[in-house]
């Protein structure tokens, strides 16, 4: 049997702006199927301050911290972990540069530069490396199990045997989806 490349898991956070304007929303939501990325958790909810201190330690001494702080507190983000071959770096280019600014000169197209309004309302995050990427999922998913994931649900998402809730955004496996020969069933 051929073995498959194994998937990669990130963060991805649509902003409290974006999450206001359902027009918007649904576009980048569109984007995101469009481009064959995989929803395996979602949830929405408002960043608790421990969440987002938690979350932007590393700017902690910087001086936008606390407008940041501030904007992420401010109303619901919905959070997803997305999977998909080089998912990081596929996320990252939809998402396009950090700086609005910059995304709306070189990259137009991408989310950032479509909707993100500054620096701090950027439209949306995304982890920039695999340490980053299990390091945040944890501060909103703290019952997310990466190596649970790994060892039974993987193989689904990589060989497609998913249903997609678009209400709730999210893919789930297939459980009708007969299984491949030497697989046990997966029960929920």
């Known amino acids: 049997m051929q073995s498959r490349k194994p998937l990669e898991l990130t963060l991805a956070i ?3 702006h974006i999450v206001k304007s359902p027009f918007v929303l649904q576009k980048i939501r ?3 199927i469009d481009n064959n990325l995989k929803i395996v958790r979602s949830r929405r909810t408002t960043l608790t301050r421990n969440e987002a201190e938690l979350f932007y330690e590393e700017h902690k001494e910087k001086f936008f911290y606390n407008r940041l702080m ?3 507190c401010s109303g619901p983000s919905d959070i997803h972990i997305l999977a998909d071959h080089d998912v990081i770096a596929k996320w990252r280019r939809l998402m396009g540069p950090t700086k609005v600014y910059q995304a709306q000169y070189t990259d137009p197209k991408t989310i ?3 909707f993100g309004l500054s620096d701090t309302r950027n439209a949306a995050h995304g982890s920039d490396s695999i340490k980053s990427a299990e390091r945040e999922i944890k501060i909103f ?3 997310f199990d990466f190596q649970r994931w790994h060892e039974y649900e993987e193989r689904f998402y990589n060989l497609g045997h998913l249903h997609f809730d678009p209400i709730a955004f999210i893919h789930t496996i297939d459980t009708n989806f007969p299984n491949t020969p030497g697989q046990e069933q997966i029960t929920k």
């Open 14 to 16: 649509i902003k409290p």
């Open 30 to 32: 569109d984007l995101i």
């Open 70 to 72: 501030t904007f992420m």
């Open 112 to 114: 950032r530069g479509m």
């Open 141 to 143: 998913f703290t019952d």
